[in-house]
T-cell receptor, first 113, second 110 residues
Framework: NAGVTQTPKFQVLKTGQSMTLQCAQDMNHNSMYWYRQDPGMGLRLIYYSASEGTTDKGEVPNGYNVSRLNKREFSLRLESAAPSQTSVYFC????????????FGSGTRLTVV | QKEVEQNSGPLSVPEGAIASLNCTYSDRVSQSFFWYRQYSGKSPELIMSIYSNGDKEDGRFTAQLNKASQYVSLLIRDSQPSDSATYLCAVDNAGNMLTFGGGTRLMVKP
């Protein structure tokens, strides 16, 4: 039982490069989320998907796009990476809604130079 | 802006003592409250949830909720060095997403 799987675990990008962070869950959850975590800032919501086929902006969506590919997969894309996007990114899933909290993936540590 | 506030710490307690972690929230309609533990370099893991006023106990952990005061706390009894971590308070927002506090770093000294 893998839970929430994120890839890659580490990535270094140059300013202006693009990349996609992948997330997949095997718990049949409807809702999926992307957060970033920065020192002193806590976890901040980037985008979320309440169900397959829907996505919504969170607190810090600028510079990111998402795709809910199917019920299992929710990807986060950085089109033109900036140093301000250096962070640890967590994917999470939940069902129903947030009644039972989230299950988090192991995280992606991204550095933009 | 819906807010969840925690003292960043570090909170230092001796081994065997009770650690008390506190959290306040601003949104009165919140119904679900969670405590997550996060070890350095790891992802958050859910340790407690609480939905009704009062206390909820699970082993060495007790969550306390007071909706009138918009206050939720986590007590860790018989603290162990392995409890040293950052503890995140999370509050639901109308069932669509959780808002997290900045976390309290707990250090349990042998």
């Amino acid at each position: 039982n893998a839970g929430v799987t994120q890839t890659p675990k580490f990535q270094v990008l140059k300013t202006g490069q693009s990349m996609t962070l992948q997330c997949a869950q095997d718990m049949n959850h409807n809702s999926m989320y992307w957060y970033r975590q920065d020192p002193g800032m806590g976890l901040r919501l980037i985008y979320y998907s309440a169900s397959e086929g829907t996505t919504d902006k969170g607190e810090v969506p600028n510079g990111y796009n998402v795709s809910r590919l199917n019920k299992r997969e929710f990807s986060l894309r950085l089109e033109s990476a900036a140093p301000s996007q250096t962070s640890v990114y967590f994917c999470a899933s939940s069902d129903p809604g947030t009644a039972y909290g989230y299950t988090f993936g192991s995280g992606t540590r991204l550095t933009v130079v | 802006q819906k807010e969840v506030e925690q003292n960043s710490g570090p909170l230092s307690v001796p081994e065997g003592a009770i650690a008390s972690l506190n959290c306040t929230y601003s949104d009165r309609v919140s119904q679900s409250f969670f405590w997550y533990r996060q070890y350095s370099g790891k992802s958050p893991e859910l340790i407690m949830s609480i939905y009704s006023n009062g206390d909820k106990e699970d082993g060495r952990f007790t969550a306390q909720l007071n909706k009138a005061s918009q206050y939720v706390s986590l007590l860790i009894r018989d603290s162990q060095p392995s409890d040293s971590a950052t503890y995140l308070c999370a509050v639901d927002n109308a069932g669509n997403m959780l808002t997290f506090g900045g976390g309290t770093r707990l250090m349990v000294k042998p």
